[in-house]
């Protein structure tokens, strides 16, 4: 409990700056909530230039670094080491299998794969235990890469480094995964970039939490400066256009077991030739605010107590 709280304590007294709307540029918009469950100034904001819900108050960019470096898992799961409950609780080869499943929905036979925040490796260890051998993980933490290296055998398979500071070779592959990824990223159209330089006429693949719905049971709990980005389909779409993306199909899991309100999107460079885009649904940014709006007003009903208890469990 005290590793808890010294470490959230720390946390504040990392450099921290006011940022503008990671879709559009805009530093205009209101604030829809302005303390995140660990009580850090984050001011969630909707920007008024494209409607992106964002954290307009965050980390720089060294800081992120060397906090998803070290102290990431340490800072919100409360663990120093990987163990076999921790693993267990995870379920994280349940998530894999069923990722694959789904993806292989979609997609039909995949070539390769590249993920990039591959965690503890146990998507990348499924696609090869389901005979997809060309693989590569990029994986910052460098806990979850030695996991994932040594209990998941996955050594020279996993990149314990931030995919844009790697000049190896990738492997020929027809999938880009990104598992609660773009979220977490100072700078998500970059990474897009990076992608859209390689990924010829292959599939992207990306789940995040999903700020239309499916959260509201976690009150406050779902906001935290680690999730600078909220999307919807919406706002992930427009996000992927900028970037010479489109969404061709999407899933919005309300009870998957992965997150109460997961999105997953398949999405192909807009210049692969003979594909169809469909026109998205139409989405109420306003509603979506509203219930944004709403945890701000009444912390205290919606999610603080829990998070006190989750700061003080023993
Ligand atoms: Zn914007």
């Not at 990924?199 to 999730?227: K, Q, S, Y």
């Not at 909220?230 to 992930?236: A, P, R, T």
């Not at 208890?309 to 023993?314: D, E, G, K, N």
Request: net charge positive; proline share 5%; hydrophobic share 40%.
């Amino acid at each position: 409990m005290f590793e808890r709280i010294r470490a959230s304590l720390s946390i504040r007294r990392y450099p921290w700056q006011e940022l503008s709307c990671p879709a559009c540029g805009n530093t205009q918009g209101e604030v829809l909530l302005a303390r995140d469950r660990y009580l850090l100034r984050v001011n969630v904001k909707v920007c008024a230039g494209c409607g992106q819900i964002y954290t307009g108050r965050n980390l720089n960019r060294a800081a992120l670094d060397s906090f998803y470096r070290d102290e990431y898992r340490r800072f919100y799961e409360d663990i120093e080491h990987i163990s076999p409950a921790y693993i267990h609780d995870n379920r994280d080869k349940l998530k894999a299998c069923y990722r694959l499943a789904r993806i292989r929905e979609r997609v039909g036979a995949i070539t390769g794969v590249v993920e990039i925040g591959s965690g503890l490796g146990f998507f990348i260890r499924e696609c090869r235990q389901s005979g997809i051998e060309n693989v590569l993980g990029f994986e910052p933490c460098k806990l979850s890469a030695d996991y994932a290296a040594k209990q998941s055998g996955l050594a020279g398979k996993i990149i314990d480094s931030d995919y844009c500071r790697y000049d190896g070779k990738l492997p020929q592959a027809n999938v880009y995964a990104l598992f609660h990824v773009l979220e977490h990223l100072p700078d998500p159209g970059e990474l897009l970039r990076w992608i859209g330089d390689r990924i010829e006429n292959g599939w992207l693949v990306i789940e995040v939490p999903d700020i239309a719905h499916g959260w509201e049971r976690l009150g406050l709990i779902n906001f935290h400066f680690g999730h600078r980005h909220y999307f919807s389909v919406g706002s992930l779409a427009r996000l992927l256009q900028r970037h010479g993306f489109g969404v061709l199909a999407f899933d919005a899991d309300m009870d998957d077991g992965i997150y109460p309100g997961n999105l997953r999107v398949f999405a192909r460079r807009l210049d692969v030739p003979d594909i169809k885009f469909p026109a998205l649904p139409a989405e109420d940014n306003r509603e979506i605010c509203r219930k944004v709006r709403r945890v701000g007003k009444a912390p205290w009903r919606n999610g603080l107590p829990r998070c006190a208890a989750r700061l003080l469990r023993p």
